[in-house]
């Protein structure tokens, strides 16, 4: 375990000529975190206004030049935060502060949009490193996970951070697999949760505080699919998205336009389940400070109610306190995702192992958004079409039907 008190920082600035400055004697306060719905990392610095070389540093603190944290402790350290100044303000008074912002360089995919149109027949790891190489970003795609998209128009209404966002999403609803995007190692990073090789025990011996509050306040257990809008403004219900109805109706709505096909708007409502369709846990930890920890590691805890295997969500690390908060999620019984893959209810001796992609089918049945049987949409009868992708026969609804969404292998016969 790291010990609290070897743990020292370094913050140095490199301004626009290459110059190296190093920040500690001035540095007043100092932290860096890593924030839920955020791709971007971003550091919090303030400083006196101190003299370097006849120079004050807010003469050389300038916007865009490179600020890098470093840590050291018993038996490690490294790079912790390596950014640029996005945001600067300094304060003229008796005290003379200057306070920095900056951000790693995801900030400009969040803050930039564009205008993307893509074939189908990419994949999601091709389709990213496309995105990202038009914008200069270099990719590490970890996450065991990429599927063949359709046709992808995003329209400037996402900024380019959310078109990935939205590829990486629509992976998740078709295999349950959660994922995780940070800047690692001068690239950015898209993995799987859970990862780090050191998994850290914070018990309640270094435990400064904890809370966990449970609230259904933005649960949504039932999502309606409108379609088109009729001349006369009227629209009808195309599909009906049920979640966990034990908490009662709470119910939100799909409207689908002339560009939104049904299978986009199915896959709007399953999402929406499947991120408000439980009741909102939030746990948080305080305690001293383990600067290692990132977001999407796994930690264990045993501090009060909190015992066992979180994934960290979102992390604050305070220099100057040598303290640091974590947002955490409890990791589900299968140690990789808060879904879980569902068991087939049909009979699999059904001869269906031969069937691929290509294959000639007519559908009695529902459709359902993803290949373990969340989000069932219309039932359909003598539905001709044919089989587009396959998956393993160990789930619930494993072929997926023209375009209209997953099927059982009981609903089909060949057409």
């Known amino acids: 375990m790291i010990d609290i008190s070897t743990i020292s920082y370094e ?12 920040l500690n004697n001035a540095k007043i306060t100092e932290d860096w975190e890593e924030c839920v719905n955020e791709l971007a990392q971003r550091a919090t610095i303030r400083v006196a206004n101190a003299d370097a070389n006849g120079t004050r540093l807010h003469a050389l603190a300038k916007i865009n030049c490179i600020i890098r ?35 790693d360089p995801l900030i400009r995919l969040q803050q930039s949009r564009e205008f993307y149109f893509y074939q189908p027949g990419m994949t999601t790891q091709a389709l990213v490193n496309d995105i990202c190489g038009q914008w200069g970003i270099p990719v590490s795609y ?3 996970h990429s599927i063949t998209h359709g046709k992808k128009a995003f329209r400037g209404k996402k900024s380019v951070s959310g078109m990935i966002i939205a590829l990486l999403e629509e992976v998740r609803d078709k295999t349950g697999a959660d994922y995780i995007v940070r800047w690692k190692d001068g690239q950015m990073e898209i993995t799987g949760y859970g990862t780090n090789d050191t998994v850290y025990l914070l018990d309640r011996t270094n435990t400064i505080s904890t809370s966990d509050r449970l609230s259904i306040n933005n649960l949504v257990t039932k999502v309606k699919v409108y379609g088109r809008k009729t001349d006369d403004g009227r629209s009808s219900v195309e599909a009906i998205v049920e979640g966990d109805t034990r908490f009662g109706v709470l119910q939100e709505i799909v409207m689908r336009d002339s560009n939104t096909s049904i299978a986009d708007a199915m896959s709007e409502a399953n999402a929406l389940i ?32 909190l015992v066992g295997f979180f994934y960290v969500e979102g992390v604050t690390h305070r220099a100057d306190s040598r303290s640091m908060n974590l947002t955490l999620s409890r990791v589900s019984a299968n140690g990789e995702s808060q879904q879980t893959e569902q068991t087939s209810l049909v009979d699999n001796a059904v001869d269906d192992g031969d069937l691929k992609v290509g294959d000639a089918v007519i559908l009695n049945g529902p459709v ?14 003598n539905f001709r079409s044919t089989i587009t992708i396959t998956a393993p026969l160990s789930r619930y609804a494993p072929f997926h039907i023209g375009s209209v969404g997953w099927a059982r292998p009981g609903d089909i016969t060949r057409g």
Do not use: C, Q
Request: cysteine-free; hydrophobic content about 30%; overall charge negative.
């Open 274 to 305: 499947a991120n408000r369709g439980k009741p909102d846990e939030r746990i948080n930890w305080n305690g001293p400070d383990v600067p290692p920890i990132r977001k999407g590691d796994m930690v264990e805890m045993n501090a009060g109610s």
């Open 142 to 144: 970890k996450w065991p």
């Open 11 to 22: 913050t140095e600035l490199i301004t626009e000529t290459g110059a190296r400055y190093v």
């Open 69 to 103: 944290i470093k840590g050291s402790w018993n038996g490690g350290g490294g790079l912790l935060f390596d950014g640029t100044i996005w945001d600067w303000h300094y304060t003229d008074n008796n005290e003379k502060e200057l306070t920095i912002i900056a951000y």
């Open 368 to 381: 359902f958004v993803d290949s373990f049987g969340n989000g069932r949409g219309r039932t359909f009868t």
